[in-house]
């Protein structure tokens, strides 16, 4: 079955950077849609950033509060998927969680019963 692992996370001080990275097994990032939400506590998990592919464009998209600090990628080559976080803040300590789905549209911060499958999460504590 697919697997997705994440890793990466941690506790960094505010205005740091961490880079969490999210390997995938029995699925390719090289087509379909894939993204990282986080999840505080008490609070509902929401969408981050998401990337897509039709194959010839890929597409990234990210949640407003993030938007330039943030950058999604991925590693077709080792099938590796990333979010690059920097100047963090103490709003952005959460569990963050890696997915992906097959279909690559429609791209963009969709919900997160449009995804498959899901990694375990991974960490983020940003201190000030």
């Known amino acids: 079955q697919v697997q997705l692992v994440e890793s990466g996370g941690g506790s960094v001080q505010a205005g740091g950077s961490l880079r969490l990275s999210c390997a995938a097994s029995r699925y390719t990032y090289s087509s379909g849609a894939a993204a990282w939400f986080r999840q505080a506590p008490g609070k509902e998990r929401e969408g981050v950033a998401a990337?897509?592919?039709?194959?010839?464009?890929?597409?990234?998209d990210y949640a407003d509060s993030v938007k330039g600090r943030f950058t999604i990628s991925k590693d077709n080559a080792k099938n590796i998927m990333y979010l690059q976080m920097n100047s963090l803040k103490p709003d952005d300590t959460a569990m963050y969680y890696c997915?992906?789905?097959?279909?690559?549209?429609?791209?963009?911060?969709?919900?997160?019963?449009?995804?498959?499958?899901w990694g375990q999460g991974t960490q983020v504590t940003v201190s000030s």
């Open positions: 990337i897509a592919t039709d194959g010839s464009t890929e597409y990234a």
């Open positions: 997915a992906a789905r097959v279909r690559w549209w429609p791209h963009g911060l969709r919900p997160k019963e449009e995804y498959n499958y």
